[in-house]
């Protein structure tokens, strides 16, 4: 079956430092899907892109958060200055107009 | 995108059929109704989706009632491996899935 790749899998920072999370959508879907979920405040969207622009940003903390996808195959999400309220599993999903959306297996940030 | 209500938890004993209720009594005309759940620590994993008519496929049942203002999810034999947090979505075509909170499935021995 075709998967959503996440790179990496953990990441443990310090804060101020900067993290890049990366996703490999499934090849051929046009939309990528940024999610973040916590404990407290569930799975929530942060921001999505149809054929490489972006879509709806509007959940994502847009002082430190950026977003991009660079080419077809690749999904940035980047925090800079990371911060301990960062702490989270970040999913990525991929699909198309029309159908279901597949998810990664997500990042899971700890920043100390 | 329409609101969903679901119970938060429910339980269910290995080898009988697990329905899970959602109700969507908001839903637009051209919103879908979208089921997903996540079993622990991995990422969501899509179900089964429908517009108005029963759906069904090689996990689950749909079963959306005729005013579309609810449905239930059918799982026909739930297993262990199906303990998970389920989650009922409204949405339209295009548009990105909202996640609420909810109903978290134990099936037990």
């Known amino acids: 079956d075709a998967r959503v790749t996440q790179t990496p899998r953990h990441k443990v920072t310090e804060m101020g430092q900067e993290v890049t999370m990366r996703c490999q959508p499934i090849?051929?879907?046009?939309?990528v899907f940024w999610y973040r979920q916590t404990m407290m405040q569930g799975l929530e969207l942060l921001a999505y892109?149809?054929?490489?622009?972006?879509?709806?940003d509007s959940g994502m903390p847009k002082d430190r958060f950026s977003a991009e996808m660079p080419d077809a195959t690749l999904a940035t999400l980047k925090i800079q200055p990371s911060e301990p309220r960062d702490s989270a599993v970040y999913f990525c999903?991929?699909?198309?107009?029309?159908?279901?959306?597949?998810f990664g297996s997500g990042t899971r940030l700890t920043v100390v | 995108d329409a609101k969903t209500t679901q119970p938060p938890s429910m339980d269910c004993a290995e080898g009988r059929a697990a329905n899970l209720p959602c109700n969507h009594s908001?839903?637009?005309?051209?919103?879908?109704v979208y089921w997903y759940r996540q079993i622990h620590s991995q990422g969501p994993q899509y179900i089964i989706h429908?517009?108005?008519n029963n759906e069904t496929n090689e996990m689950a049942s749909l079963i959306i009632t005729e005013d579309r203002k609810s449905s239930t999810l059918i799982l026909p034999h739930a297993t262990l491996r199906d303990t998970a947090v389920y989650y009922c979505?409204?949405?339209?075509?295009?548009?990105?899935?909202?996640f609420g909170k909810g109903t978290s499935l134990l099936v037990t021995p």
């Open positions: 999903a991929s699909g198309l107009v029309a159908s279901p959306s597949t």
């Open positions: 090849l051929g879907h046009n939309t």
């Open positions: 892109f149809r054929n490489r622009a972006p879509l709806d």
């Open positions: 908001t839903i637009s005309g051209n919103e879908y």
């Open positions: 429908g517009l108005k």
């Open positions: 979505i409204v949405k339209g075509s295009g548009y990105a899935l909202n």
